[in-house]
């Protein structure tokens, strides 16, 4: 078959299969099992368990099922900070007043840092009171602070989370207060928005999230995440409740190097959710274990490149290549590189250009992205030469 008729077969191209050899049985979830160890549907209408590291989805309940956020949207507002302060444009150390029109609208109105009108305060401040008690009028003053009105924030808001393609997301405020359902997301586009806090901003969420209070102007208030200090490992994110809305949750916690997100929505009371985060982590820590098949660092495989100065590139994860297995598993894994391909240089190290799936029976697939281990640069008339020579024979 003439080579460009190939072509089009290479979009998703299978570069490298690696067959793990284990010994022929398998076990895996059993149904009823997950059943008796997670919440039911009436407790949490939407549910969504997932591993940060691997991708994997360990529970799904109704992930695109759009609902009111309520105050979890402020993660959307910490992020959009996060990154404003990463591109320079956003710094802790600067003041903010709150307004005349900030104060009217937004002055001890529902959760609050109590700031009153014509107040300075620093962005620092303002973040932590975001992050931690869940500050309207925080949210309100940082949005028109660095944006000049909440309006402008809050389309700020929008086009950073459809740039992470959080497509079943809408923000009509920076803080979630009821707006006739103008705010909605969905389970799905959470994990991604806890994910880019995360990997983009690991310092920035270390410092400002996951404190269990926050004292400004000499009144100590208390983080409301159900969670933090109570759950091992637990640091985050945020909570959320209107009588709209319910009772939600953007969780997370850590434990010897694996990371679990969690959602919840829909939630009758607080106890309730309490309950729930706790059973579902535990359960996710508990029923699942990690099998390593690669060490940080670890060169994966190859991917071949277009018009480079090399015809191939290495490819490497961002640290550990693992997937969760049900614990005492001895499952057949099966790992394939995807990308579509080839790749065209440029190539810069460290950028994303291919991901690495891994099965197996009985649970969700494991899709790391893979990252370029070095530059490709664009070929000069004598690389074009060698690879055209180099082609004839592969």
Same mark, same amino acid.
């Given at each position: 078959?003439? $080579?460009?008729?190939?072509?089009?077969?290479?979009?998703?191209?299978?570069?490298?299969?690696?067959?793990?050899?284990?010994?022929?049985?398998?076990?895996?979830?059993?149904?009823?099992?997950?059943?008796?160890?997670?919440?039911?549907?009436?407790?949490?209408?939407v549910a969504l368990l997932v591993d940060l590291g691997s991708g994997q989805v360990l529970h799904a309940r109704n992930p695109d099922r759009r609902f009111m956020p309520a105050s979890v949207t402020k993660v959307m507002t910490?992020?959009?900070?996060?990154?404003?302060?990463?591109?320079?444009?956003?710094?802790?150390?600067?003041?903010?007043?709150?307004?005349?029109?900030?104060?009217?609208?937004? #002055?001890?109105?529902?959760s609050t840092m109590f700031l009153d009108r014509g107040e300075q305060v620093r962005v620092e401040d303002l973040l932590l009171g975001i992050a931690n008690v869940s500050a309207n009028d925080g949210a309100a003053v940082l949005a028109e602070g660095q944006a000049g009105s909440v309006a402008a924030w809050t389309d700020a808001m929008n086009r950073t989370a459809w740039g992470l393609g959080m497509n079943g997301s809408h923000w009509g405020s920076p803080n979630g207060f009821p707006d006739e359902g103008r705010t909605f997301t969905t389970a799905n586009d959470l994990v991604t928005l806890a994910r880019a806090v995360i990997t983009r901003h690991p310092d920035e969420f270390g410092y400002y999230i996951g404190r269990m209070g926050f004292d400004y102007k000499?009144?100590?208030?208390?983080?409301?995440?159900?969670?933090?200090? #109570?759950?091992?490992?637990?640091?985050?994110i945020k909570t959320g409740f209107t009588n709209e809305s319910g009772f939600s949750y953007l969780g997370t916690a850590r434990r010897n190097g694996q990371r679990l997100v969690l959602v919840?929505?829909?939630?009758?009371?607080?106890?309730? #959710?309490?309950?729930?985060?706790?059973?579902?982590?535990?359960?996710?820590?508990?029923?699942?274990e990690q099998r390593q098949l690669y060490a940080p660092g670890a060169i994966v495989g190859k991917a071949r490149v277009q018009d480079g100065d090399a015809r191939a590139v290495a490819l490497k994860a961002a640290g550990p290549v693992s997937i969760d297995l049900a614990r005492g598993s001895t499952a057949r894994l099966t790992a394939t590189i995807r990308?579509?391909?080839?790749?065209?240089?440029?190539? %810069?190290?460290?950028?994303?250009?291919?991901?690495?799936?891994?099965?197996?029976?009985?649970?969700?697939? %494991?899709?790391?992205?893979?990252?370029?281990?070095?530059?490709?640069?664009?070929?000069? $008339?004598?690389? #074009?030469?060698?690879n055209a020579a180099l082609g004839l024979f592969s």
């Open positions: 078959m003439p $080579p460009e008729r190939l072509r089009p077969l290479l979009r998703l191209i299978a570069l490298a299969a690696l067959l793990v050899a284990l010994p022929a049985r398998a076990m895996t979830l059993d149904p009823g099992a997950i059943a008796a160890a997670v919440p039911s549907a009436a407790e949490a209408p910490l992020y959009l900070a996060f990154e404003l302060m990463k591109a320079g444009n956003l710094y802790p150390e600067q003041v903010f007043v709150m307004s005349p029109a900030i104060a009217r609208d937004w #002055r001890r109105k529902g000499g009144i100590a208030q208390v983080n409301h995440d159900p969670m933090i200090g #109570r759950v091992a490992g637990a640091d985050g919840l929505a829909g939630v009758d009371n607080g106890r309730l #959710r309490a309950r729930l985060a706790k059973a579902y982590v535990e359960w996710g820590f508990s029923a699942f990308y579509e391909g080839p790749l065209r240089a440029p190539l %810069a190290a460290g950028q994303e250009v291919a991901v690495l799936e891994v099965t197996a029976p009985g649970v969700s697939p %494991a899709r790391i992205p893979l990252y370029a281990a070095e530059d490709v640069t664009t070929a000069g $008339p004598l690389d #074009r030469i060698v």
